[in-house]
């Protein structure tokens, strides 16, 4: 597991900008989602494409906050990164210059729709009622990368909790774009695996000071413990 460290000047800088630590310890179950970022095979197993080691270790968390806020009555949404012919030809940026034809071709080979790299990780707790969604960018917001942010609206959602992999990569960037289009977001700080505590620790002081609220999963779990589910979602 990371070691979490956000420098005290930081946390000395955001309350400059705002009077409490924790914005939102109190949620609405209609109106919230745990969205799992890429706990797919490709980034968990040893020796697979985009091994992060560190998110294996999160899994026990992420489920503990999967069962929480389901228990409440919030939505769980498990994100899979796909790379498919649509996705090399519409992204070259980054297929074509970010990485080699050996890697692209690692990449295909990976996350494509049919592989047994792209199925999300048999250890997490994935019921029927949850909502599987397949991205093609780093972030879920980018437009054409998926239809996310047009279900999470048309079922009410505003506040979204981010867990998943890599932590300075595609939660990031799923976070910041969910911010910028006016979701409230929490940042689980152990909840999120990187390649290093330094990738991962550098997100989080980003996200604390400009984009989401970082918890920890006791605290996002307690504040689930606390929501009373409505009989149905909001409108």
Known sequence: MH??????TILERVALNRPQRHMF??????RTAHVVVDLQNGFMEEGAPVEVPTAREIVPNVNRITKAVRDAGGTIVYLRYMTD???????SAFYDYMLSSARRGD?????GPDCHHFALWPDLDVQPTDWIVDKTRFSAF???ACDLDEQLRSAGIDTIIITGTLTNCCCESTARDAMQRDYR???VSDGNGALTDAEHNATLVNMVTLFADVMTTDQVVAAAHAMSAPATKAA
């Open 3 to 8: 070691t979490i460290d956000i420098p005290q």
């Open 25 to 30: 310890t109190t949620l609405d179950p209609r």
């Open 107 to 111: 990449m295909v080979n990976a996350f």
């Open 185 to 187: 977001v929490i940042f």
């Open 85 to 91: 012919a649509g996705a090399l030809s519409s992204w």
């Open 142 to 144: 980018v437009p054409g």
